[in-house]
């Protein structure tokens, strides 16, 4: 199979996917650091990070003008819930932490909810698919998550 289209592969089961929540100051506060992305490589790494924490298991990247122009990202993992899209992108917003007792038990890559935030921020756009799949309804929704210049644009490509 072509890995052209990620999402065509068995994805991990997604009913127990963790919300982006805000994190409340005191929280982001005592785990805060700058995050800082110079590079395509660094950007590539914080989604690469993304999706793995997915469950991903397949991950395409495409870079237009080497990543100056734009950024895509493909994978087969659990996704971003549509119920998320508002925290999405947000300083502080993460779906991996509630407070600093869980750092213990942390277990991804990620945790600070700064990459996607960053990213957002700089100067070109990073696209992401976000296939929703509701095997219950038999459903699958299909949105393109564009992030601009620290704006989030969402189109549906299809619909359940």
């Given at each position: ?100 007792d ?36 038999g459903?699958t ?20």
């Amino acid at each position: 199979m072509s890995t052209s289209d990620p999402h065509r592969l068995e994805s991990p089961e997604c009913s127990s996917r963790p919300t982006i929540k805000h994190l409340d100051y005191e929280v982001s506060r005592k785990i805060c650091v700058g995050q800082v992305i110079i590079n395509l490589a660094g950007a590539c790494k914080e989604l690469v990070d993304n999706s793995l924490d997915a469950g991903a298991t397949v991950i395409e990247i495409k870079a237009k003008e080497y990543g100056h122009e734009s950024l895509e990202i493909s994978d087969n993992g659990c996704g971003i819930s549509p119920d998320d899209f508002d925290a999405l992108c947000k300083p502080h917003s993460t779906s991996k932490i509630s407070n600093v007792d869980d750092f213990r038990t942390l277990e991804t890559f990620g945790f600070r909810g700064e990459a996607l935030n960053a990213l957002s921020a700089i100067r070109y756009q990073l696209q992401l698919v976000v296939v929703d799949v509701h095997l219950e309804q038999g459903l699958t929704s299909i949105i393109r998550v564009i992030l601009y210049r620290a704006k989030v644009f969402l189109v549906n490509m299809a619909h359940p």
